[in-house]
């Protein structure tokens, strides 16, 4: 008779790195979020149905209260899973805490615009700093050699994502860097997760049903047909998305 050994692991608590839709509030105006949401989600359904969503409170002035349980009922009705608040004051995050929902740190990005400028022009004053920053921001890209199947997601959460192949329909690619598809994509790639705005998505030929930039993102709908099946990049030039044909001007 074998006996199972009662020494065994049950469970595993680890750190690690998801991509969740952020909801900025610029607002507390509850009919105008209901209006922008609802918009928003007609869009892309099938991509925020069941979405756990942060609320991000930075841009909200600060005297303004939030109706939490208004606000936490309104994105519920559209099919997101509030889970998360971040930014805001004290009493917000004690407000948000009475709904159940977690208060996160501030987003910190690694290298910013202004820091990575001054790296490029080489201006003194960095130091031992920057190095370190380096240092713990080395990337770790990952190389992706077959298709990539409908339901598959594939991550690179420290680096680059490059796959040898295309991307099905309902795929999805996540990459704190940039995405390289040496195929056709049609389902889902979300590139600079971490907030690098510098960030591109490359592809032999496009028939994505959403791509990103650091946040900022464009769904079928909104790709102009003449890009369609053509190699292209995908770049954010301040808040915009842009999709040009490789080897245009």
Do not use: W
């Amino acid at each position: 008779m074998t006996f199972q050994s009662m020494d065994y692991i049950a469970t595993n608590l680890k750190a690690d790195k998801f991509t969740f839709p952020v909801l900025e509030l610029f607002s507390a105006d509850m009919d105008r979020v209901a209006t922008e949401v609802g918009n928003k989600v007609d869009q892309a359904p099938a991509f925020f149905r069941n979405a756990p969503i942060v609320i991000d409170l930075k841009s909200l002035p600060g005297e303004e209260e939030i109706e939490f349980a208004v606000l936490v009922g309104l994105l519920r009705s559209f099919g997101l899973n509030p889970v998360a608040i971040r930014g805001g004051t004290q009493n917000h995050a004690e407000s948000a805490s009475t709904m159940e929902l977690a208060v996160l740190a501030e987003e910190r990005r690694t290298v910013s615009r202004a820091t990575a400028a001054a790296q490029d022009e080489g201006e003194p004053g960095q130091g031992a700093e920057a190095d370190d920053t380096a240092a713990a921001a080395s990337p770790v890209n990952r190389l992706h050699l077959r298709p990539v199947r409908s339901g598959q997601k594939l991550a690179a959460p420290n680096g680059d994502l490059i796959v040898i192949a295309s991307a099905s329909a309902g795929s999805e690619l996540i990459a704190a860097g940039n995405i390289h598809v040496y195929g056709a994509l049609r389902g889902r790639a979300l590139a600079g997760v971490g907030g690098d705005e510098r960030c591109r998505i490359f592809c032999q030929r496009l028939d994505a049903e959403l791509v990103s930039i650091a946040g900022h993102y464009r769904i079928s709908e909104d790709i102009d047909e003449s890009l369609r099946g053509r190699t292209v990049q995908i770049y954010l030039d301040g808040d915009k998305l842009n999709i040009s044909a490789l080897g245009d001007s």
